[in-house]
């Protein structure tokens, strides 16, 4: 079942990411590390604003967003939502559940009918690949991706590039370990290439059945070249956990997504955790004052332990706001003159 969603999901991918723009923030490939770094240096100022509690600006006053969830989301969701409204923009929350996609309205024809109400961008999660780059193609207005399939979520791949550089100054150089569930996520895919386009080293570990072979081709040098004719990134996959915590500035367990291992690509939760759970000890493999971060949900005692996710070395809050600010960068550069 999984073979079959995924091969599905590249085609899709394959026939959308032609038609990409950069008026649209689709994937992290549309953008340099100038324009990485610009946005960062947008949002430590929006960072500002929201720590003030009662601070709101009328950047986007005027301006109508709206939000698309076709999945659940907690962070992303109201992060986007918070952001936008302390710009002063219109958020409408477009509530699947209580839409007629319930009734069977086809993805073409929802898109059709809110872009004829005239909005000035619109925020997309969905379960398929390329869902983000179809939607673009049949709305007026700019789609920034808000994670679709196990394809891209680049603004989560922005606010995670933020907090390292807050915390490191610059990531290049640093060595950051991904642990666990590369296979189902999007935010691994994003942040690989964030990461080594701002010069870090990445490394991957998991259960083989959980690392995509493309990520073991990357290994040895560029193996595809990218829509902005950028080499692929290049990852190093190691063979133990140990190996990829040795010497690591940062390290990121992933989420091990639960619902999608249906097809005996585990032995077991126990056994999981047992071999790649990050605690105290796996930490301290790692090189001295390693950072901690995670994109959320956890699930605590799974993939990180309770005293390494709420530890003194966790900057897993850290992102939950930086996410906020970013996400206001986003919606400013984006749906201003959208
Ligand atoms: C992730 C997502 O939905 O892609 N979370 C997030 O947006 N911060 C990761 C996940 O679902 O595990």
Redesign the pocket.
Known sequence: MIATASRTENALIQHESDTASPRHLLDIDSLSSADILSLIGRAEEMRRVITQRSLKLNNLQGRSIFLLFFEN?T??CVSFERAGKTLGADIINVSIARSSVEKGESLLNTVRTLNAMAPDGLVVRHPCAGASNFVARHVDAPVINA?DGSHA?PT?ALLDVMTLTIKLGSISGAKIAIVGDILH???ARSDIIAFTRMGAEVVLAGPATLIPSIWRQARTGPATRGRNNVPAPKVHVCETLSEALSGADVIMP??L?IERQKNGMLPGLTEYSRVWRINADRVAMASPDALVMH???MNEGIEISTEVAHGGSSLIEEQVTNGVAMRMAVLERYCRNG
Request: aromatic content about 0%; charged content about 20%.
């Open positions: 989301s962070r992303t994670g979520h989560q996520s999007r935010v992933l989420r997504q994109p959320g949900p």
